[in-house]
C-alpha cells in the first residue's frame, strides 16, 4: 500500500483527492489547517466509512517542524495546501506570501530530507495573466496580475528549482478553473448557482471575463496519473477543458437548467483593478493528453447539473447567498 501525504485536504479539491485515494488503495494522511473547532472542512462530505480510513493531522504549512513531521514515511505528497481567493490577496498580500511561497519551501524542504519518491504540486492557470495567445499553452509568459497569481508563479518556480537543483521528482499540475460540488461561494458557479436559488436578482463583477471549466473529478484523476507516470518534464502541465464561456453566458446557461429568470446586476466591488483583470484563459491541454493520457471527460452542462443538484441538497445548505465573499 502506497502511503499519500495530500496538503490541504480540507478544501474544495483536496477532499475530492482525498477521497479518490482511498478508492484506489492509498493509505492517505490528509494535513489540514489547526483550528481550535478542529473543523475538518469539506472532508465532512466524505462517506463515515472513508474517512475513518484517512489519517487526519491538523498542522501549519509555514511551520517547518510541522510540515516535516507529517512528510515522514510518505511515498509521495499532493501539494494542494494555498491561500486561494485573488479578492482577498489585495488586502493581505503578505498572507500570501506566507502560505504560498515559504508553505511550499517548506513542503520541498521535507520532501527533500525525508526522500519523498514525488510530489505533485498544484498551480493554477492564474499565473498566465490575460491570454497573449489563445489557447495558452505552457510556454505563455507567466505574469502576476494579482499578489495571488505573484505567489503561485514564486511557489512554481521554486518546484522547478528544487527539481532542477536537487533531484526532486516532481510533477506541476496547472488546473483551468476547476468547479464542482463543495467548492465555496468565493467562486463563481457556487455564487451564480445559490444566488439563482435564494435571491431576487444576480450580482455578479465582470460578466464578460471568460475561463474554460474543468469538473472536479477530472482534474482529481490528473493529479493520480501524475503520480503514476511521473512523467520527466519541464515546467507545468496544463489541466483545461480546451472550451471557454464568458460569465454573463455562463448565467444564462444555469438559468436554463434551473429553470430560473432572474436579471442580472453588475456590483464594482466584485470587479478587480482595471490591470489586475484576466480577460481570458483557455487551455491548450495537448501536453496532459500526450504524456498523462488524460482528457476530460464530464461536460460543463453535466457538471453544472451535479453542482445544482448539490447546492439543493440538505448537505450544502448554502446561507447568506446575498453576501459577497472575497
Given at each position: 500500500?502506497?502511503?499519500?501525504?495530500?496538503?490541504?485536504?480540507?478544501?474544495?479539491?483536496?477532499?475530492?483527492?482525498?477521497?479518490?485515494?482511498?478508492?484506489?488503495?492509498?493509505?492517505?494522511?490528509?494535513?489540514?489547517?489547526?483550528?481550535?473547532?478542529?473543523?475538518?472542512?469539506?472532508?465532512?462530505?466524505?462517506?463515515?466509512?472513508?474517512?475513518?480510513?484517512?489519517?487526519i493531522?491538523?498542522?501549519?504549512i509555514?511551520?517547518?517542524?510541522?510540515?516535516?513531521?507529517?512528510?515522514?514515511?510518505?511515498?509521495?505528497?499532493?501539494?494542494?495546501?494555498?491561500?486561494?481567493?485573488?479578492?482577498?490577496?489585495?488586502?493581505?498580500?503578505?498572507?500570501?506570501?506566507?502560505?504560498?511561497?515559504?508553505?511550499?519551501?517548506?513542503?520541498?524542504?521535507?520532501?527533500?530530507?525525508?526522500?519523498?519518491?514525488?510530489?505533485?504540486?498544484?498551480?493554477?492557470?492564474?499565473?498566465?495573466?490575460?491570454?497573449?495567445?489563445?489557447?495558452?499553452?505552457?510556454?505563455?509568459?507567466?505574469?502576476?496580475?494579482?499578489?495571488?497569481?505573484?505567489?503561485?508563479?514564486?511557489?512554481?518556480?521554486?518546484?522547478?528549482s528544487?527539481?532542477r537543483?536537487?533531484?526532486?521528482?516532481?510533477?506541476?499540475?496547472?488546473?483551468?478553473?476547476?468547479?464542482?460540488?463543495?467548492?465555496?461561494?468565493?467562486?463563481?458557479?457556487?455564487?451564480?448557482?445559490?444566488?439563482?436559488?435564494?435571491?431576487?436578482?444576480?450580482?455578479?463583477?465582470?460578466?464578460?471575463?471568460?475561463?474554460?471549466?474543468?469538473?472536479?473529478?477530472?482534474?482529481?484523476?490528473?493529479?493520480?496519473?501524475?503520480?503514476?507516470?511521473?512523467?520527466?518534464?519541464?515546467?507545468?502541465?496544463?489541466?483545461?477543458?480546451?472550451?471557454?464561456?464568458?460569465?454573463?453566458?455562463?448565467?444564462?446557461?444555469?438559468?436554463?437548467?434551473?429553470?430560473?429568470?432572474l436579471?442580472?446586476?453588475?456590483?464594482?466591488?466584485?470587479?478587480?483593478?482595471?490591470?489586475?483583470?484576466?480577460?481570458?484563459?483557455?487551455?491548450?491541454?495537448?501536453?496532459?493528453?500526450?504524456?498523462?493520457?488524460w482528457?476530460?471527460?464530464?461536460?460543463?452542462?453535466?457538471g453544472?447539473?451535479?453542482?445544482?443538484?448539490?447546492?439543493?441538497?440538505?448537505?450544502?445548505?448554502?446561507?447568506?447567498?446575498?453576501?459577497?465573499?472575497?
Amino acid at each position: 500500500m502506497k502511503n499519500a501525504l495530500v496538503t490541504g485536504a480540507a478544501g474544495f479539491i483536496g477532499s475530492h483527492l482525498v477521497e479518490k485515494l482511498i478508492a484506489k488503495g492509498y493509505a492517505v494522511t490528509a494535513f489540514l489547517h489547526y483550528n481550535s473547532q478542529q473543523s475538518i472542512g469539506n472532508l465532512r462530505f466524505l462517506d463515515r466509512r472513508i474517512l475513518k480510513d484517512v489519517k487526519i493531522v491538523f498542522g501549519d504549512i509555514t511551520d517547518s517542524f510541522s510540515v516535516r513531521s507529517v512528510v515522514r514515511q510518505q511515498d509521495v505528497v499532493f501539494h494542494l495546501a494555498a491561500l486561494i481567493g485573488i479578492p482577498y490577496s489585495y488586502v493581505a498580500p503578505l498572507s500570501y506570501i506566507q502560505t504560498n511561497i515559504i508553505g511550499t519551501h517548506n513542503v520541498l524542504q521535507a520532501c527533500l530530507s525525508c526522500s519523498v519518491a514525488h510530489l505533485v504540486h498544484t498551480s493554477t492557470s492564474e499565473v498566465y495573466g490575460s491570454a497573449q495567445y489563445l489557447p495558452i499553452n505552457e510556454n505563455h509568459p507567466l505574469v502576476g496580475q494579482s499578489p495571488y497569481s505573484a505567489s503561485k508563479i514564486s511557489a512554481d518556480k521554486l518546484v522547478e528549482s528544487f527539481a532542477r537543483s536537487f533531484g526532486l521528482s516532481q510533477t506541476t499540475i496547472r488546473p483551468f478553473n476547476t468547479f464542482g460540488p463543495r467548492q465555496s461561494n468565493r467562486a463563481v458557479i457556487p455564487t451564480i448557482v445559490s444566488q439563482v436559488m435564494q435571491s431576487k436578482s444576480i450580482r455578479l463583477g465582470n460578466l464578460h471575463a471568460e475561463r474554460d471549466y474543468t469538473y472536479v473529478s477530472d482534474t482529481v484523476e490528473a493529479f493520480l496519473l501524475a503520480d503514476k507516470i511521473r512523467p520527466k518534464i519541464d515546467g507545468a502541465i496544463n489541466l483545461g477543458f480546451g472550451k471557454c464561456i464568458s460569465v454573463e453566458n455562463l448565467v444564462n446557461k444555469i438559468k436554463i437548467l434551473t429553470g430560473v429568470d432572474l436579471s442580472i446586476q453588475t456590483e464594482n466591488k466584485r470587479i478587480r483593478p482595471q490591470n489586475s483583470e484576466v480577460d481570458c484563459l483557455l487551455s491548450d491541454n495537448a501536453l496532459a493528453k500526450r504524456v498523462l493520457g488524460w482528457e476530460p471527460t464530464v461536460s460543463l452542462d453535466n457538471g453544472l447539473m451535479k453542482c445544482i443538484g448539490f447546492a439543493t441538497s440538505e448537505l450544502n445548505g448554502i446561507v447568506n447567498s446575498d453576501d459577497y465573499t472575497i
